[in-house]
């Protein structure tokens, strides 16, 4: 396809990729939810920022390392729990609900897309409002786990913090040394927050899945997303691989870049609902409600 230049002109780009495969897969990442005020990993040349994350299998030996997660996490927790989705997220239950693509595969753990009103989404990394016992597999609302930790560390309780991606941030070593680490209330086993962390591999039914739904579509669309990390990128090989186009819409460079025939750089939040639009894909007549799935208000 040409290059565009306006966004009316990639609105359109986009519709009409989306009008000649109905069938289209979408795979979304990071950059779709930066809007709704949750950093993402990497900047626009997909070089990634700030230190490594924690490894699963460091995790899951290392009490220390359980330490700093959780003392992270209960510092940045409030910018997840007051998250709520953007206009991308909102264009994308839109498209869905006017069948404008197949199915929806994200690599975020923000649980935006359910928000939002999507229903096919399958969540390739988890999602972070869900935790789990390590020993029993017991698992708990990440809210509630957050008042476990405001009992056990009061002192953490309103300690203000650099927000970073996932509910992470940024607190100064000593903060650790007296910190106590949830546990389960049902056996006493130490929790994880039910997400896959770097180094470990996704579940292998979900990995069925998300590959069984790309076999079945007839494009690849992808939202936010670098391809940085294996788990997208994947997709992108097997669509070209298999003869099927792919679109980016991401604002800076992708791994995919030499696979992709259209690639439009603009905000998610910006042109989505400008496609839903032009494909008249209409709000739906009654508003979501307000209690959203994790129960919050």
């Known amino acids: 396809m040409a290059a565009v230049f306006t966004v009316q002109d990639s609105a359109s780009a986009l519709?009409?990729?989306?009008?000649g495969y109905p069938r289209a897969l979408v795979l979304t990442g990071a950059g779709l939810s930066t809007a709704s005020g949750i950093p993402d990993y990497r900047d626009r040349d997909g070089t990634r920022r700030g230190r490594q994350p924690i490894?699963?299998?460091?995790?899951?030996?290392?009490?220390?390392?359980?330490?700093?997660?959780?003392?992270?996490?209960?510092?940045g927790w409030p910018i997840m729990a007051r998250a709520r989705p953007n206009g991308?997220?909102?264009?994308?239950?839109?498209?869905?609900?006017?069948?404008?693509?197949?199915?929806?595969?994200?690599?975020?753990?923000?649980?935006?897309?359910?928000?939002?009103?999507?229903h096919a989404v399958l969540e390739l990394h988890g999602n972070v409002h869900s935790v789990v016992c390590m020993h029993c597999k017991a698992?708990?609302?990440?809210?509630?786990?957050?008042?476990?930790?405001?009992?056990?560390?009061?002192?953490?309780?309103?300690?203000?913090?650099?927000p970073l991606p996932d509910g992470d941030a940024a607190i100064e070593p000593d903060a650790l040394a007296d910190f106590h680490l949830p546990s389960c209330v049902q056996c006493g086993g130490a929790l994880a927050p039910d997400v896959v962390f770097f180094g470990d591999g996704i579940p292998p039914a979900r990995t069925a899945c998300a590959l069984a739904q790309m076999a079945a579509a007839d494009a690849l669309l992808v939202v936010g997303s670098s391809l940085m990390v294996y788990s997208g990128f994947r997709f992108c090989r097997m669509a070209h691989e298999s003869g099927k186009p792919i679109a980016a819409l991401n604002l800076g460079r992708t791994r995919a870049d030499h696979l992709i025939a259209l690639k439009i750089e603009e905000s998610a939040e910006r042109l989505l609902p400008r496609v839903a639009d032009l494909l008249q894909?209409?709000?739906?007549?009654?508003?979501?409600?307000?209690?959203?799935?994790?129960?919050?208000?």
């Open 15 to 19: 519709a009409e990729f989306l009008e």
């Open 55 to 75: 490894q699963g299998p460091e995790f899951r030996r290392s009490a220390e390392i359980q330490r700093r997660y959780w003392a992270r996490s209960m510092v």
């Open 88 to 118: 991308g997220h909102h264009a994308l239950a839109r498209l869905e609900r006017h069948r404008r693509f197949g199915y929806l595969l994200t690599q975020n753990v923000d649980g935006l897309h359910q928000q939002a009103g999507s």
């Open 139 to 162: 698992q708990f609302p990440r809210a509630f786990v957050q008042t476990l930790l405001g009992e056990a560390n009061p002192e953490l309780a309103n300690v203000l913090a650099t």
């Open 281 to 297: 894909a209409e709000e739906p007549e009654d508003s979501p409600s307000l209690l959203d799935h994790r129960g919050i208000v």
